[in-house]
């Protein structure tokens, strides 16, 4: 089944378009189902636990952590739904821009935010490259052609990692970071940053998409390839490009993750199922549906582990990620066919 | 809805990639016969560890160490009751995959290693024990805690550093100890643990023994170690619970994770103290956190570093690899020993007859121990025991037991906060 013929047989595979429901319309009633099964869930948890700091802290390292999900999975969201390939070298492009960032800061001495813009520039490239590279070939092949290819990369690119910095794990730390006081709870100072710079992403992102003659053109190639050809869009230059913004992306995540993480080669994979989760929760290819349901996630892990005691916190995840897909195949903020 | 099957797809393909790995290719089948002299004079003995993957730091620094042994044993003369034979070392990638491992172990014991050692991972070192049982070569395990492991009743498996049991109890006695001796004895401790068996094993040994001590154990946290992003939210939990210690047991990255929290959420704790923590014990754990790290303990399996044989070994291995030496490479060191000791004993290059010489072996050391290397009926090592290490002006020293010790332990840890 080739993708041309697929979606021009399959109009609602509209679905998938990097759209926003919050363009046309905020969706009010999802909203305030997920707010209000957020509150059950933080009085139940507050039951269980007795004691209202250690709820409150939950909650902010839930929103916190969260936030990070949704700045990883942001760029696999918008490469999933516009180029269909489902991305196993996001991870490896995060370690990548780790070991980068890391790079920058130890051996150039610059302040990890300053190695931000570079990280971003040289992801970017790298992304383009990679794409007109190795994947263009195998645009209009079957989906497991790209997978395995995503796959071979993620390993190159790990081994490589390996080779070059060898397997010690580092870390870099941003100067002047300090826990701050929030409702009674405590985070870094470079979690926060993270956060912010997850909403700052998202917020970029999505007027890219909206406002500009070059997300029009993203989402139309999204919706249907053949349409966007069909109006004089050059969609290998789409697909070339999208790739790119979402390595990018990997790249911003990767500088903003840096002194949260130990930086090791394998710490991108660790990310990798958990952003699919985010990706598939939001509804594939919606940007800013990423990050709420990266804070759904966030908020899900850490309550799970209040509610659940010696359990997983995975176990909780897995539980909402479940219900929301039964509930709502198309994702929390996907379109319904 | 095309996307969304995609999608399920993937989550269950990188679960499953998770769980399992390419198969490594086994070698050509070599016509050695398994063990015994190779044709040009040399033995061959099996090292298999994780050089690549979430523990390839380790792995590495333990394959290394394995070479060193091999090396130094050589440079001595070899085997002298077998004509002075050199030891050649087979290294082998277990990926830290059981299934690996097992593939590895089988090629090398193929390609006649006498000898195997190994392999970090409690998941792995099962597989390996059971290649090596059924094809009657010994295994001398240098790092792996899980008890399970020699209760197979192998007759071919030995293990050098202390089980879980001895490491919990070992844990709890030397912090009611310590604590002791500072004027501040312990009532209550938190545990947090990583969930998998090693830190459920750990969790449930210092339990028993702790609670037989009269020290009250609660909350006992659990987390995920492959993929916990922080652990303020525990940490809070300790501090509202306000117990005396905070007892950590898990890898590296989460150590750290650990560091980090105890620095921001300020739990209140006397002191923070690892049981076979993989962090709080290495040389770049206070590299990496700072002054967050500051007092840690850390009741674990280690090096003797008050031994100047040990030393001279930190030393070599420095100079060699440029990178300080961890108590895993020590272990390796140790376990090649052991099988080098074996066939020098046997007289024969035979894996059965080495088996039997390990069976009856009694080694010096390097690690702090009980006394020499030497196996029971399970094929544990009598008198591998675990030592008290603290960080002290960002170093890692040994402070307990007093024969180990290269420092005085300072507890409370961090006064300043324990003052509530």
């Not at chain 1, 970017?124 to 290819?149: C, T």
């Not at chain 1, 926060?192 to 989402?219: C, P």
């Not at chain 2, 042994?69 to 030891?87: D, M, P, Q, R, Y």
Request: proline share 5%; charged share 15%; aromatic share 6%.
């Amino acid at each position: 089944m080739s993708r041309p013929a697929e979606d021009v047989a399959a109009p609602d595979d509209a679905a998938a378009t990097p759209t926003t429901a919050g363009a046309a319309r905020v969706p009010w009633a999802r909203a305030t189902a997920v707010v209000g099964v957020l509150v059950v869930a933080v009085a139940l948890a507050y039951l269980q636990s007795g004691s209202g700091i250690v709820v409150s802290q939950a909650v902010v390292t839930g929103i916190l952590v969260g936030g990070v999900y949704g700045l990883v999975a942001m760029g696999l969201t918008l490469i999933f739904g516009v180029l269909d390939i489902v991305n196993f070298a996001h991870g490896a492009f995060l370690a990548l821009a780790l070991f980068g960032t890391y790079w920058l800061v130890t051996a150039l001495g610059l302040h990890p935010l300053v190695a931000l813009a570079g990280n971003i520039v040289a992801m970017f490239v790298l992304g383009a490259l990679v794409q007109r590279g190795v994947l263009a070939g195998a645009m209009d092949r079957p989906l497991e052609n790209q997978l395995l290819i995503t796959l071979g990369l993620a390993m190159i690119i790990e081994n490589g990692l390996l080779l070059f910095f060898g397997a010690d794990p580092r870390s870099v730390a941003l100067p002047g970071d300090r826990g701050v006081a929030i409702l009674g709870a405590v985070a870094d100072l470079s979690r926060i940053l993270a956060f912010a710079g997850a909403l700052v992403l998202a917020g970029a992102l999505f007027l890219l998409l909206q406002r500009t003659r070059l997300g029009t053109a993203i989402r139309a190639v999204a919706a249907s390839s053949t349409g966007a050809e069909l109006v004089g869009i050059d969609t290998r230059r789409i697909y070339v490009l999208t790739f790119a913004i979402g390595t990018a992306c990997a790249g911003a995540a990767g500088t903003l993750l840096a002194p949260l993480v130990t930086i090791e080669p394998t710490t991108g994979a660790q990310f990798t199922i958990i952003a699919f989760v985010v990706v598939v929760l939001g509804g594939m290819g919606n940007v800013v549906g990423a990050l709420v349901s990266g804070l759904v996630i966030g908020l899900a892990e850490q309550l799970g582990g209040l509610l659940l005691p010696g359990q997983s916190p995975l176990l909780a995840v897995f539980i909402v990620f479940v219900l929301v897909l039964f509930l709502r195949p198309q994702g929390l903020f996907g379109r319904s066919g | 809805m095309r996307k969304t099957w995609i999608a399920a797809v993937a989550c269950a393909l990188s679960l499953g990639l998770a769980a399992c790995g390419g198969s490594a290719p086994s070698g050509a089948a070599d016509d050695a016969p398994a063990g015994g002299v190779g044709p040009d004079g040399t033995i061959k003995i099996g090292s298999l560890h994780p050089l690549s993957g979430a523990a390839a730091a380790d792995g590495q620094q333990m394959d290394n160490g394995a070479r060193l042994a091999v090396e130094a044993i050589n440079e001595a003369g070899g085997i002298k009751s077998l004509g002075g034979a050199k030891l050649e070392l087979l290294s082998a990638d277990t990926q830290g995959k059981p299934e690996v491992g097992q593939s590895e172990a089988q090629r090398l014991v193929q390609e006649g290693a006498v000898g195997l050692v190994g392999t970090y991972q409690s998941a792995v070192t099962a597989n390996v024990s059971a290649v090596a049982e059924r094809n009657r070569v010994p295994l001398v395990i240098d790092v792996s805690t899980a008890d399970s492991i020699l209760q197979q009743g192998y007759q071919y498996t030995f293990r050098v550093q202390p089980s879980s049991t001895v490491l919990g109890a070992k844990g709890a006695q030397y912090l009611n100890e310590v604590a002791t001796a500072g004027g501040a004895p312990v009532r209550s401790v938190a545990i947090l643990h990583e969930q998998g068996p090693f830190g459920s094993a750990i969790r449930d040994s210092f339990t028993a023994e702790a609670e037989r001590l009269g020290i009250a154990v609660g909350p006992v946290i659990a987390y995920d170690a492959a993929s916990v992003p922080d652990l303020t939210t525990q940490m809070t939990q300790v501090k509202a619970a306000g117990v005396d210690v905070l007892v950590v047991t898990g890898y590296y990255r989460d150590g750290v994770l650990a560091a980090q929290a105890v620095q921001t959420v300020q739990p209140g704790v006397a002191a923070v103290y690892g049981v076979a923590n993989g962090a709080f014990d290495l040389p770049q754990f206070p590299a990496e956190v700072g002054q967050a790290g500051e007092g840690f303990f850390d009741a674990n399996y280690h090096a003797d570093m008050t031994k100047p044989e040990t030393q001279e070994l930190a030393r070599r291995f420095q100079e060699r690899f440029g990178d300080p030496i961890r108590t895993g490479a020590v272990l390796a060191y140790d376990a090649v020993r052991v099988i080098a000791h074996g066939l020098e004993t046997a007289g024969s290059a035979d894996p059965e007859k080495v088996r039997d010489a390990i069976a009856g072996a009694e080694l010096d050391t390097l690690l702090a121990s009980g006394g020499p290397i030497a196996f029971d009926e399970r094929g544990e090592n009598k008198n591998a025991i675990p030592i008290l290490m603290q960080v002290q002006g960002g170093a890692v020293r040994q402070v307990h037991p007093g024969e180990f010790a290269e420092a005085e332990p300072i507890y409370p840890a961090q006064p300043e906060l324990a003052t509530r």
